[in-house]
């Protein structure tokens, strides 16, 4: 099959332009009036949506004040796939071991990710899907990689402590994801949340990457982050781009990597002895901060 070609919805035959559509209208769906007039509704918004003809497949009430339907109809708009524009991935997808490798080889030690659920969002499937070890769609989660460490503080968290807890752990990559999104909730928790880290560290700030199925992939810049994820996203996705920006030459952390303020590398003529500095141990914790790791 052409992928430059115009091509038309298929629905019983090729090319006949029929499509369906599912919405909700507030109107009620009780008795023989008010079911026919609910269905003229939605013939109506169908036909004003370029839908001709098109039927009411199933409708169904929902409370005494909104009916769901399903409108199935043609319509006369082609697609152009010529004209389709494709965002490539700009990291290669990398294999765990040499996500650690790369790691180690860059930082010289492991590499911190805070996760959470900010804001009222209760919903832990997705940020657990990418940090648990036992992970999502057949891949292990960054908690598996022996050279990340991960904090996974749950759901609801205030951006406040949020922030706090990445400073304290000297987060190199903060990582949320929002499930919610009734009146652009997970926007608006987002811009919070980067103007919360620009407050607090200024341009040192961690790596920001969220996650979400509502979420444009598109709009990192306008909502402050660093990476925005949308639906399907894998940890092994996640852990590559992790070392795309914080490990890898011109990336986040540049040809020596990334090092969160307050975190010595320990390195000769930095004037940080080995162990670091301001109470942080060897391995860039701070005492009384391990958090949770695992290794495998």
Known sequence: MSLTGVVRPYGDTTGDGRVQLSFTLPVPFGDEAERARAEGAALQLAAKMGMDPAMVVHAKGMGPDFTFFIVYGRVGHVVDLSAVTVAER????????????RIRSALGRKLVVVGACIGTDAHTVGIDAILNVKGHAGEKGLEYYREIRVVNMGSQVGVPDLVARAAAEHADAVLVSQVVTQRDAHLTNTREMAAGFRAAFGPDRPLLVVGGPRFDP?????LGVDKIFGRGTTPREVASYLVHALASPGGYGGSGGWNPPGRGRGGPGDGIPPGGAG???????PPGKEGRQHEC
């Open 279 to 285: 109470g942080v141990r060897g391995d860039g914790i």
């Open 218 to 222: 598109g709009a990192a810049h306008d």
């Open 90 to 101: 700009e990291f290669p997808v990398l294999p765990a071991a040499e996500v650690n490798l």
